[in-house]
């Protein structure tokens, strides 16, 4: 068990992925929302940083004893996608109509929608190219 504030889990997480989405306010909305456990010492918000990744992965269908995930918005994964695999062929409009029927899981925060890149990866990659009738 590992606790952090906010701003101490989002130093971690940028460690490990510095092109990551998470942000203070992103964590914060998770709280809010009742996603992600909290509790107060004194008067700071702390987590437990060791259940963000079982946290981030439930939240974005993944295999809850996975990795952190590589969160992103849709538009840097495109720019991401883009870059390290220019013959994939993924454009903005089919993630964020894979998004808006849920071939690819997300987090919303506000109007934004966070995607993590192992959906891009097999075998979660698979979905994406589902149609749906």
């Known amino acids: 068990m590992r606790i952090k504030t906010l701003c101490g889990t989002v130093k971690e997480i940028c460690k490990l992925d510095p092109e990551s989405a998470v942000g203070e306010s992103f964590l914060m909305s998770l709280v809010q929302s009742g996603e992600l456990p909290h509790t107060y010492h004194g008067n700071r918000l702390v987590v437990d940083y060791d259940i963000i990744s ?9 295999d809850e004893n ?3 995930p590589q969160i992103r918005t849709i538009r840097r994964a ?8 220019p013959d994939m062929g993924i454009g903005e409009k089919l993630i964020r109509g894979a998004v808006k029927d849920g071939r690819i899981s997300s987090i919303k925060i506000g109007n934004r929608e966070y995607i993590a890149m192992q959906s891009f990866t097999e075998p979660y ?9």
Do not use: D, M, P
């Open 54 to 62: 079982s946290t981030f992965n439930r939240l974005l269908g993944f």
């Open 125 to 133: 990659c698979q979905r994406i190219f589902e149609y749906t009738c």
């Open 66 to 68: 996975g990795a952190l």
């Open 78 to 85: 495109v720019e991401e996608l883009k870059q390290n695999n």
